[in-house]
């Protein structure tokens, strides 16, 4: 099958290579859309302790199940998307229904062959069947959305809490979608490129502000009555956005912080100890909160416009890693199509 493999820092070469095959419990989905990842790009620079090449990147994809193994329950055939993070099942994490902190938890595109693919293999338990008025595109977006549940249930804010949401990449898109469909009606978001702010405005963001030309602190200061925001989600994971999103919260907000861009940053603790600054990581979802990204697609919740996606053969990928790490411009998510 092609496969486009990881070759090293910004090289990704479209090889033929053995397809997978079933083990037991697994089944093997042709891929129809295989997203790329915010999380990747720092992977494609070279900068990742979890990609190593050689590796097929790609853990959100669409598809249709072609081949099962033995002791698998589902038959080939159906409409899928599938939760890439693949836990052990019995530790207490896993049993508290908190899988994504299983210290055995492998991820697809990560440290098992990913969908950058034609093929992907995938344990059955972790696909999830798509209604059929669901397209292959949209549902391609379920695990950044899955993200976005994971971090707004986190913070479980009350509809007049105030939201400030730094970066409006994907994960920062649909964390701003998925706080609105919660009810949080005030959410601030800050990014420094037009294109994707003006998204945010159509999905509706109370403001949409560039710190190169607004005064983000003081916009924030005068919607809250000079407090601050109630919560924070750094959607970036920079020092200067990291620093940023601890300055725009109250005392006793909540920061989280997702992006992993820069291993260690420098915060402000003394102001954070005499703020009661709450910051929490937020990594990955639940499987629950995955199956419920898939219905609140399916419900047309959540989502992107088409003409804000990019849809690109699989032989394209290594252009587009690069062209998302330079100049995203308008574009807030990339579809690679291996056929
Ligand atoms: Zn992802
Ligand atoms: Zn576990």
Not at 43 to 50: K, R
Not at 63 to 80: F, H, Q, S, Y
Not at 147 to 167: D, N, Q, R, W
Not at 270 to 290: P, S
Request: charged residues 15%; contains cysteine; negative net charge.
């Amino acid at each position: 099958m092609k496969a486009l493999i990881y070759e090293g820092p910004r090289t990704m070469t479209l090889r033929e290579v053995a397809p997978p095959h079933p083990d037991p419990g697994e089944v093997v989905v042709e891929v129809a859309y295989s997203g790329i990842c915010g999380s990747e790009l720092s992977g494609f620079m070279g900068q990742s302790s979890i990609r190593k090449p050689p590796l097929i990147f790609g853990h959100e994809f669409s598809g249709r199940i072609v081949d099962t193994g033995p002791g698998t329950t589902l038959a080939k055939g159906p409409r899928v998307t599938a939760n890439p993070l693949i836990s052990c099942g019995h530790c207490t994490f896993c049993r508290a229904g908190e899988e994504q902190l299983c210290a055995n938890r492998r991820l697809l595109g990560a440290t098992r062959a990913g969908s950058n693919a034609v093929y992907v293999a995938v344990p059955e338990d972790r696909v999830v069947l798509l209604p059929d008025a669901l397209s292959f595109e949209q549902a391609t977006l379920a695990e950044p959305i899955a993200y976005a549940v994971h971090v707004i249930e986190m913070l479980a804010l009350k509809s007049e809490e105030v939201l400030a949401v730094i970066g409006m990449g994907p994960i920062g898109l649909f964390v701003l979608q998925v706080a609105l469909h919660y009810g949080t009606t005030n959410v601030y978001v800050v990014d420094t490129n037009p294109e994707r702010l003006a998204i945010a405005q159509v999905l509706g963001a109370a403001a949409a502000l560039n710190p190169l030309h607004d005064n983000v602190a003081q916009v924030i200061a005068d919607a809250t009555g000079g407090l601050g925001a109630h919560a924070v989600v750094d959607a970036v994971g920079s020092t200067a956005t990291r620093q940023s999103a601890v300055s725009l919260a109250r005392s006793r907000g909540t920061v989280i912080f997702s992006g992993l861009h820069t291993a260690e940053t420098r915060l402000p603790v003394n102001d954070m100890v005499r703020n009661e600054i709450v910051t929490r990581g937020a990594f990955a979802y639940h499987d629950d909160q995955f199956r419920r990204s898939v219905d609140l697609i399916a419900q047309g919740a959540v989502g992107l416009e088409d003409h804000w996606i990019v849809k690109a053969p699989l032989s394209e990928g290594g252009h587009w890693y690069e062209q998302l790490i330079t100049n995203p411009g308008g574009i807030a998510k990339v579809l690679l199509a291996p056929r």
